[in-house]
Nanobody
Framework: QVQLVESGGGSVQFGGSLRLSCAAS????????IGWFRQAPGKERERVSC????????YYGDSMEGRLTISRDKSKNTVYLQMNSLKPEDTAVYYC???????????????????WGEGTLVTVSS
């Protein structure tokens, strides 16, 4: 079983930045993908970004295009999400998730992810 622990959320003003962290423990395959999803009140869970373990390939959703950088530190089993130029509509709970094998994250299928963290709240004020 994999445990994922998110950190780094908080409150920022319009235009601010935050860096989220996702620390993974337990078994993670060489073919795994770690993704960030977000869910705002009354909305569906939305894929934000993914990173593949095998080759470090990165994928980004359209909603935050150009404002994100996903990265990893393999020695720490941690994935980071740098978010810049934040807007009030970015306010949501941000979740880290892992799929051991497959393409669910790349295609934005939250239901295909194997394990989830508990989420970290990001609030952006205008």
């Amino acid at each position: 079983q994999v445990q994922l622990v998110e950190s780094g959320g908080g409150s920022v003003q319009f235009g601010g930045s935050l860096r989220l962290s996702c620390a993974a423990s337990g078994f993670t395959s060489d073919y795994s993908t770690i993704g960030w999803f977000r869910q705002a009140p009354g909305k569906e869970r939305e894929r934000v970004s993914c990173i593949r373990s095998s080759d470090g390939s990165t994928y980004y959703g359209d909603s935050m295009e150009g404002r994100l950088t996903i990265s990893r530190d393999k020695s720490k089993n941690t994935v980071y999400l740098q978010m810049n130029s934040l807007k009030p509509e970015d306010t949501a709970v941000y979740y880290c998730a892992i799929e051991q094998r497959g393409s669910s994250c790349i295609f934005g299928y939250a239901s295909g992810m194997d394990n989830w963290g508990e989420g970290t709240l990001v609030t952006v004020s205008s």
